[in-house]
C-alpha cells in the first residue's frame, strides 16, 4: 500500500458474490487504499446455510482475492445477519481506530454492531453507507408504527454522511428518511457484465430437446414466496403455445408445490416444463445462454433489486420483470428490451409473455437492447464514484 493513499474502512457481514469483485478492483485501481472488516466472524472456506435454497451454500469464484480483509471476532450466541443480535463484535470499533481510516463505508445497520459504529464514528470519521432498500413495500396508509418507523429511520440515516444509491427507488427511499441530494452518490447495483456477456454458446437446449425455434421462458433463482415462482409456472400453463418452453433453476420451499402442479398437467405441457437445481455461479452464464426471455415475478415483501435481471441482460436476454422489482424502473425499458407487469396480476403476465412469444428473431433483436443498457450498470462505476468521493475529503 502506498503511504500516501487515503484509506477507506468496508465494513459488511460477509463476503457476498456481488461485492467482492468490486473490493477486489478497488484495490487493483490504485486510487484508494481499502480494507474490509468482516463482521460475521466466518471461516474463509466455511459454506453458508442459505434459507431460501434451503442448503449449504459454497460460492465457486474466489471473494477473497485480491484485496486486504479481515474477519472480525462475532460473539453473539446465534451469529448471522437474520437478526440485530446476530452481529455482535467488541473489537470492531478499535480494529477500525487502529487501521486509521479517512472514512468509513458501512453495508446495513440493522445488526447490533453496525449501529454501534454509526454512533460511534459520527463526526469523527466520514460515514459513507451502502443499502438498496427502496418504499415499494410501504404502507399507503398512515399508522403510528409507520409514523415511528420514519422517525427512527430518520435518526439512523442522520448518522450518514454519504449514502451510495443503487437505483432511482433507492435513492427516494434515502430521500425520504432525510438525506439530501448533496449526500446520494450513484454506485449502481451491478454484476461482472464481461463474464456473462463472454461466456460462448451452449448446446443446453439440444439436449433437453428445446427445438431452435422455441421460445424459452427461465426463472432463476429461489423457490420461494417473494419471488412468486407459483405465478410464472400458472401463467405458462395458461400459455397457448407449443413452442414455448419453461425453465425453473433453483431450489426452495415451494419446491415441492411447483413440481406437483406440473405433474397434473397434461403430456403436451408437462413436456415442456424443466427444472434444474440450484447452479453456482460459475455456471449461470451457461444457463441464462439456454433462455430467450428472463422472467422476476416477484411479488414481495423485499425485492429490492432483483441482480438475476442484469445477469440476463449481460447475456443479451429480453426481460419480464415484475413492478415490485427495485431494478424495473431503472433497467426495463417497456417495448425495448422487455415489459414490467404488475405483481401477482397472472393476466398482466400472459400477455407480456404471450407478446414475447410470437416472434423468437424479434425477441432475440430485443435481447440485443438489454445487453446495451447493462453496459452502463458496472463495477467500474462504483469504483469511481467512491474514489472521487474519497479524494475529495483530501481536498
Known sequence: MLPDLMKLAIVTTHPIQYNAPWFKLLAERKKIAIKVFYTWGQLENEAKFDPGFGKQVTWDIPLLDGYDYTFVKNISTEPGSHHFKGIDNPSLIKEIEQWNPAAILLFGWSFKSHLKLLRHFKGKRTIFFRGDSNLMDEPIKLTAKKLLRKIFLKWVYSHVDKALYVGSANKDYYEKFGLKSTQLLFAPHAIDNDRFTQAGPVDGREKLGIPAEGIVFLFAGKF????????????????????????????????????????????????????????????????????????????????????????????????????????????????????????????????????????????????????????????????????????????
Not at 415484475?322 to 396480476?345: M, P, R, T
Request: charged share 25%; proline share 3%; with cysteine.
Open 224 to 395: 420461494e414466496s417473494k419471488k412468486d415462482p407459483v405465478l410464472l409456472l400458472d401463467a405458462f400453463i395458461s400459455l397457448n403455445n407449443c413452442q414455448a418452453y419453461l425453465i425453473m433453476v433453483g431450489n426452495g420451499e415451494l419446491e415441492k408445490e411447483l413440481k406437483a402442479k406440473v405433474a397434473w398437467q397434461i403430456a403436451s405441457v408437462r413436456e415442456r416444463i424443466y427444472f434444474m437445481p440450484f447452479q453456482n455461479q460459475m455456471n449461470m452464464p451457461k444457463v441464462y445462454k439456454m433462455a430467450d426471455v428472463v422472467v422476476l415475478p416477484s411479488k414481495g415483501p423485499g425485492e429490492t433489486w432483483g441482480l438475476a435481471i442484469n445477469e440476463a441482460m449481460a447475456c443479451a436476454k429480453a426481460v419480464l420483470v415484475s413492478d415490485k422489482c427495485g431494478c424495473a424502473i431503472d433497467l426495463v425499458e417497456n417495448g425495448v428490451n422487455g415489459f414490467v407487469f404488475y405483481h401477482n396480476n397472472i393476466q398482466d403476465l400472459l400477455s407480456k409473455m404471450s407478446a414475447l412469444s410470437k416472434d423468437s428473431y424479434q425477441v432475440k433483436k430485443i435481447g440485443q437492447k438489454s445487453l446495451q443498457i447493462i453496459d452502463e450498470w458496472t463495477y467500474e462505476k462504483i469504483c469511481i464514484a467512491i474514489e472521487d468521493a474519497i479524494i475529495k475529503l483530501k481536498i
